[in-house]
């Protein structure tokens, strides 16, 4: 099966940037994008509460995206351009893509929190814990990603990794980029006092102790990160150790980052997915762990179905 890149757009800005991101990715790894679009199953009445749908009709829909695509490939010449369209659920519309030969799906997300159009809410933590593929959300420029000429730092890809129990695909998935953009990797390995420290002590651990705890989280990450270091040569490591939660770590870390990219495994997701889903300050790509489909099976998609 050929493998794709697909991105789900709704005309929106936010939306629109991560098409243009989408393509650009496409291109790096030299495969197809395909542009996508949910529409909602139409109903025989609207509520007078409900907000007019822009894009009222099949043909204005289909219309939308023939736009977007000739754009793209005014822009970019050289890729593969399909687009499609599905009916139905917006959930179940992104895991059908993501369970499709893809080997990326890209949403756009709002600055401030939350998705336009496409994805609303709690909504896109569903597509996130269920995806079969990596899931990347785009951070347009107004939503605070950094330029090139507001860098303060060089050019970096972020790994969220949890020194003792490592995320493979994650970590994969990183180097991987990390050696594809040609720049820098730093490894993100967040650790607190609580399992060191009896919390109903009266004093705090004395600083020897910390000390020592911190070496040995340290030690940890480096371990972690020497067989990769080894895979990939070229890639210059910078792991870096911080004493905070893992969600304000990462937070932090994005800003200024190129990309931000994180392990999510099997069950309900946590504070570090809704931390980054919501808060990070760079594009996110959320890598699917291997165990997450091992018992479950795929997702199935909605109706009606249109294809370029």
């Not at 109903?43 to 822009?54: F, K």
């Not at 895991?95 to 600055?111: F, I, K, N, Q």
């Not at 946590?270 to 760079?282: F, I, K, M, Q, S």
């Amino acid at each position: 099966m050929t493998r794709v890149v697909v991105v789900g757009t709704d005309g929106s800005a936010a939306s629109l940037a991560a098409v243009e991101w989408a393509a650009r990715t496409a291109r790096a790894h030299e495969l197809p994008l395909r542009v996508a679009h949910v529409a909602p199953r139409p109903t025989a009445e609207r509520s007078s509460g409900d907000r007019e749908d822009p894009l009222s009709g099949h043909a204005a829909r289909e219309r939308m995206l023939r736009a977007v695509c000739v754009r793209l490939s005014a822009e970019h010449p050289e890729l593969p351009l399909s687009w499609d369209i599905m009916t139905g659920d917006d959930v179940a519309g992104c895991l059908a893509w993501s369970t499709a030969g893809s080997e990326l799906l890209v949403l756009g997300a709002r600055g401030e929190g939350g998705f336009d159009g496409l994805l609303l809410g709690s909504t896109a933590i569903c597509v996130l814990r269920e995806a079969s593929c990596p899931v990347a959300l785009v951070r347009s420029a107004t939503a605070g990603e950094p330029s090139a000429g507001r860098r303060t730092r060089p050019a970096e890809v972020v790994l969220a990794l949890d020194a003792r129990e490592p995320d493979h695909e994650a970590t994969a998935y990183a180097f991987g980029e990390a050696a594809l953009r040609a720049v820098q990797l730093r490894a993100v390995h967040a650790w607190d006092l609580a399992p060191h420290h009896d919390p109903w002590q009266p004093y705090g651990p004395a600083e020897a102790d910390r000390s020592r705890w911190e070496t040995e989280e340290v030690v940890a990450l480096s371990a972690a990160l020497r067989p990769w270091g080894a895979k990939y040569p070229d890639v210059r490591l910078i792991p870096d150790v911080r004493r905070l939660s893992p969600a304000a770590a990462l937070v932090r870390a994005s800003a200024g980052a190129e990309l931000l990219v994180a392990g999510i495994g099997p069950g309900p997701h946590g504070p570090v997915t809704d931390a980054l889903a919501h808060h990070a300050r760079c594009t996110v790509v959320f890598v699917p762990s291997a165990r997450r489909h091992v018992n479950g099976a795929a997702p199935s998609g909605p109706s009606r179905r249109v294809r370029q």
